[in-house]
Each structure stands twice: as structure tokens, then as C-alpha cells.
């Protein structure tokens, strides 16, 4: 039995009291008493090691509700072309990257954004020729919704003039219908695929490196959004004793079938790893111009978006996964998108509750304004990236002008009574949860533009954006009797900050470093 009482510290318990305790103790990584110092000390028994958190702020432990983790796992280390602002320079990046790697090896991640550079034109197979004439080269853009490819790995694919777009998706062509090397949704999957195999190297390890950082960052636990793969890592560093976050693994929509064979269901598992809900994809993103919108994007006649899976189909899908007990997570970002998943879900309303099953609808980002009370009446969860709002704010003034929608409403859906969770998306986006934070309470990015915030009606409080990082992510899992707060019975995982952040302005949020990370009653990183 291992005693730990962490003391001298202001623990805001998000239990309903807003007055912070002084002390908590955990006995085998669960929290058994709260209190003042004193108080809490005279419970603990004989041989409890103390802690003593210099009187920091503490709060629950941050969980991420949206994070491809093996994807960042990968990526950390890899080309990174966010900086860049012009195709020149995106090409120069590519070019002393290429120079440090063994011949043939492929060049995967990229991140590129065209919207951002100063011409922002669409690049193609051609330039990435001209750079990388001996080796395959699958970029994925910022959002992840499209590839850019070279011919080698055109080749390596199959793909030339005569492949047919597949459903969901666009290979986009020139003048004579030969690929561009602009692979859109559900055509750049056999691209991805590869991304995640042993091409793009030992995952394990990668993940083994990752967790230390993700753990720096305050994050006790995390969804992954990620594939099979991942799901073996995760499971073999547990098997090690290596695992030191807590997982809640979704499953792929092309694994469904093999993982109602195998009898998963969302929730099975124990407190480090749990199976969650399968991800469907209803549309792309608004960098790739492909989320499903009811309407034309402004000045793009006949293009509201791609439909990756076609209502009918999508429809069935979630009634497959509800009648095995699996909660369903749909990507939906256009408010075509949002309205089809929340039909889909109504139609199995009733069999999704005899189950237990919270869906959710993941990004959420443009909703017509009379679908937002749908998510609280039919128990649907908004599980929201709040950076995608302020990395996006040029492209929504841009896309979406004119339109009237409830543009990442977390105020609006938080008050008409749905249950909000954070994550970051990375990594599209850094997964600090304190971005996340900063951007939800103050609708800025990190210069603070614009000010006063971008449709400032729809911010919320540091309360309630802390909560949506922690207790949120716990109800999306069916799991707020173990996490989310700070209070005997539920897991001893909290999160020592700098400063408090009930006391520093809003803009300060975003800079808010964490100095000690405890999972499990046990310190898994001291700054």
C-alpha cells in the first residue's frame, strides 16, 4: 500500500466548493481524504510520504478529448512547414530536410498551410519533383484533410489519370486528368496508411519519448484518436509498466467489424486503458475547403464541401456501433456536416441511452444556430479544439462570410446545457492545454488579436474552460467517478501551475507553465 499526502498547496477541487483545500491524500493512486494540512495528516497512517507542492496552484488533471497521439508521437522531430510563407520557402524546407536523411527514404508529416502564404496558391507533384527527385514525399496539410504528394509516391500508391475519385474524396487533376499530387479526404487514405507503418518508425519508442512531454504539459490522460497501431503500443508499455498517462483508445471505422468480432465495447478496460468510441468521418475541414457547409463557400460557386460518408451509410454505421455498445465520435465541422450527425444520432437515440452511450460529435465548429440545443437533448457531446478557432478566424471571416451560424459556440452550447471537452487536435495543433484554455476564455490567438476577442459573446469563463480540460473529457468517457476532480474516490491526478489561474489576467493563461504533473498518486514530472 503506498501513502502519499501532497500538502501546502491551494487544491481547487471542482467538487462545487469553490474554497481551495490546503492538503490531499492518496492511497494506491486514490484520493481518500481532502482537507487542511492538519487535518489531513492526522489521517494518514504511519510511513505516508509527504509531498510538498510550495504552496502552488493545483487543479485536476488536464485530459485531452481529441489528440492523434501517435501522430504527434511521429512528428515531434519531423519536417514541420508551418513557418512557411511561400511555396519557395515551403520548398527550401523540404529540400534541407531531404539533404539529412538516408536515399529513398520517404518524407512524411509537413503541415503545410497555403492559405497562409503569400500567394497562396496550390502546389503540386511537380515542384516536390524538383526537389526530391530519389525519394517518395506524402505531406499532409495543417488540418490533415490533404496530401501533398510527389510522383514517386503517386506511384507507390497507384494512382494515375485513370483511378477513379473515391467516395468522399477528390484526386485532383490537371488540364489533361493526370494527379496534381492534391489528394483531398478519402483519397489520400492509402497514403495515411503507410504513414502509420513501420516506414515512419518505431512507434513504441516514439511514444515511450512523447508521453514525458505530454506529461510536462499537465495532461494526466488522453483520447487518441489514432489507429490499430497505436492501440498495440499503448497496450505494450502498459504490459512493461512503462505507461504513465491514462488512455482512452478509439477505434478506426475501417476496424469496426474486428473490434465488434473481438468483443470491444467503449469503456472495457481498466483505469489506465480503455476502449473508447469508434471515429467516423462526415465531412473534411475548413483549410481544405471541404467541410460540409449548407451553403457555397464565398466566391467558390458549387463547392459547400466533400460528404466523406453519405448520410444513408453513416446512418447505419452508428446503429452498428450503438447495438454493439460502442459510443460513436463523428467528425463534423460544416454545418451540413453537424446537422446530418445529429439525425443520425436521433435515429438511435433510444438504443444509445439503454446502453449508456455518450456520442459525440467532434470539432462541432460551424452549427446552425436551431441545431444547438439538439446536442444537450439528445446527450450529444461537443468535444471542441478551442485553438481552431483562433488559428482559423481569417478563414471563417473569409469562407463562411455573410452566413449566420454558430460559429465554435461553446458559450451558446454550454448554456443550452451540453457537456463541453477540450483537446487540442495535435497535431494540427500544439497540445498545451493552456492554449486551449487562453483561446476558450479569451477568443484571442497568441498575439492577442483581435482584441477584445473574435465573436466575444461565445467566451467562457477560466472555470468553465478548465473544467471542459478535465472533468469534460472524464464525462465524454463515462468516466467522472474517477476523474475530473479532486475528491476521495476519484483518481489522484491533479496538476500543479506556476500561478494561479483564477488570479492572473486572461491573456497570461496562454503562458501559464506547469511545475509539477502527479498521475496516480505518483509525481510523473517536476519542473
Known amino acids: 500500500m503506498v501513502s502519499t499526502l501532497f500538502r501546502h498547496a491551494r487544491f481547487h477541487t471542482f467538487t462545487g466548493s469553490e474554497a481551495p483545500v490546503e492538503a490531499v491524500l492518496s492511497v494506491d493512486g486514490v484520493i481518500v481524504a481532502s482537507g487542511g494540512d492538519a487535518d489531513v495528516r492526522a489521517v494518514a497512517r504511519a510511513g505516508t510520504t509527504e509531498v510538498d507542492l510550495a504552496g502552488r496552484s493545483v487543479v485536476p488533471g488536464f485530459v485531452d478529448a481529441h489528440i492523434h497521439s501517435a501522430s504527434y508521437a511521429r512528428e515531434r522531430h519531423a519536417l514541420d512547414l508551418r513557418g512557411a510563407r511561400s511555396l519557395e520557402e515551403a520548398l527550401e524546407g523540404i529540400r534541407a530536410h531531404a539533404r539529412r536523411l538516408p536515399t529513398g527514404q520517404w518524407i512524411f508529416a509537413g503541415r ?193 464541401g466533400i460528404e466523406v460518408i453519405p448520410y444513408p451509410e453513416l446512418r447505419e454505421l452508428v446503429r452498428r456501433a450503438a447495438a454493439a455498445r460502442i459510443a460513436v465520435a463523428t467528425h463534423a465541422i460544416g454545418d451540413q456536416a453537424n446537422h446530418l450527425v445529429l439525425n443520425a444520432y436521433e435515429e438511435v437515440a433510444a438504443l444509445s441511452r439503454a446502453a449508456g452511450l455518450r456520442h459525440r460529435i467532434e470539432h462541432a465548429q460551424h452549427i446552425r444556430w436551431d441545431d444547438v440545443p439538439r446536442f444537450a437533448a439528445l446527450e450529444v457531446i461537443p468535444s471542441l479544439q478551442p485553438t481552431h478557432c483562433t488559428s482559423d478566424i481569417p478563414l471563417s471571416e473569409s469562407l463562411l462570410a455573410g452566413r449566420d451560424l454558430a460559429n465554435y459556440a461553446w458559450r451558446s452550447l454550454a448554456d443550452a446545457g451540453a457537456h463541453l471537452a477540450f483537446g487540442s487536435d495535435a497535431p494540427i495543433e500544439d497540445p498545451n492545454p493552456m492554449h486551449g484554455i487562453h483561446a476558450a476564455v479569451t477568443r484571442q490567438n497568441a498575439v492577442g488579436s483581435p482584441a477584445g476577442g473574435w465573436e466575444p459573446e461565445q467566451r467562457i469563463s477560466v472555470r468553465e474552460a478548465l473544467a471542459a480540460h478535465s472533468a469534460g473529457g472524464a464525462y465524454a468517457a463515462n468516466r467522472e467517478h474517477r476523474q475530473g476532480r479532486l475528491a476521495p474516490g476519484q483518481l489522484a491526478d491533479f496538476v500543479a501551475l506556476e500561478q494561479d489561474p483564477f488570479d492572473i489576467e486572461p491573456e497570461s493563461l496562454r503562458d501559464l507553465r506547469v511545475m509539477t504533473t502527479v498521475v496516480g498518486g505518483e509525481v510523473r514530472f517536476q519542473r
Open 112 to 304: 503545410w498551410d497555403s492559405n497562409t502564404w503569400d500567394v497562396p496558391v496550390q502546389p503540386d507533384r511537380h515542384s516536390l519533383d524538383r526537389v526530391c527527385p530519389d525519394r517518395p514525399v506524402a505531406l499532409p496539410s495543417v488540418d490533415g484533410h490533404t496530401i501533398w504528394a510527389n510522383s514517386a509516391a503517386l506511384a507507390v500508391i497507384g494512382y494515375d489519370a485513370s483511378t477513379p475519385d473515391p467516395i468522399g474524396g477528390e484526386i485532383v487533376r490537371d488540364d489533361r486528368g493526370e494527379p496534381t499530387g492534391i489528394l483531398r479526404e478519402s483519397a489520400r487514405y492509402p497514403l495515411r496508411e503507410l504513414m502509420g507503418s513501420p516506414l515512419a518508425g518505431e512507434l513504441i519508442d516514439q511514444l515511450r519519448s512523447s508521453q514525458e512531454h505530454l506529461l510536462s504539459l499537465g495532461l494526466t490522460g488522453l483520447h487518441d484518436i489514432d489507429g490499430e497501431d497505436a492501440r498495440s503500443a499503448y497496450l505494450e508499455l502498459a504490459a512493461q509498466g512503462a505507461l504513465k498517462l491514462r488512455i482512452h483508445k478509439a477505434i478506426t471505422a475501417d476496424h469496426l467489424e474486428a473490434a465488434i468480432e473481438e468483443g470491444r465495447f467503449t469503456g472495457d478496460g481498466d483505469d489506465w486503458f480503455q476502449t473508447g468510441p469508434v471515429k467516423f468521418f462526415s465531412d473534411g475541414a475548413l483549410g481544405s475547403h471541404t467541410s460540409h457547409m449548407g451553403e457555397d463557400f464565398a466566391g467558390q460557386a458549387g463547392n459547400h
